[in-house]
Nanobody
Framework: QVQLVESGGGLVQAGGSLRLSCAAS????????MGWFRQAPGKEREFVAA????????SYADSMKGRFTISRDNAKNTVYLQMNSLKPEDTAAYYC????????????????WGQGTQVTVSS
């Protein structure tokens, strides 16, 4: 079992940067792939990024590629999402999630979810 708690959201100006953290607890954290998703009002939940259990493999949604970086530190049981060059369109609630096996862009494949952290980018 994995419990996830996101932090690091807030208000930032367009063009700025923010780093989200997801602290995980559970005896098998290092064996789980991790993902970040976001959801803005009136929109469907959107895949942002995923990282394999080892951290060696990452994937990104096209709109985030080049601006966002997902990473993990298994020794600290923490996953990060570094967000640079933020745009107002990035405004959303951001969620981290965990799943057994490889990463996935499909939220329904993730068994564990954090409570979310709000990111607001002003224009």
């Amino acid at each position: 079992q994995v419990q996830l708690v996101e932090s690091g959201g807030g208000l930032v100006q367009a063009g700025g940067s923010l780093r989200l953290s997801c602290a995980a607890s559970g005896r098998t954290f290092s064996s789980y792939a991790m993902g970040w998703f976001r959801q803005a009002p009136g929109k469907e939940r959107e895949f942002v990024a995923a990282v394999s259990w080892s951290g060696a493999t990452t994937s990104y949604a096209d709109s985030m590629k080049g601006r966002f970086t997902i990473s993990r530190d298994n020794a600290k049981n923490t996953v990060y999402l570094q967000m640079n060059s933020l745009k107002p369109e990035d405004t959303a609630a951001y969620y981290c999630a965990a799943k057994a096996g490889g990463g996935s862009q499909y939220p329904q494949t993730y068994a564990y979810w954090g409570q979310g952290t709000q990111v607001t980018v002003s224009s």
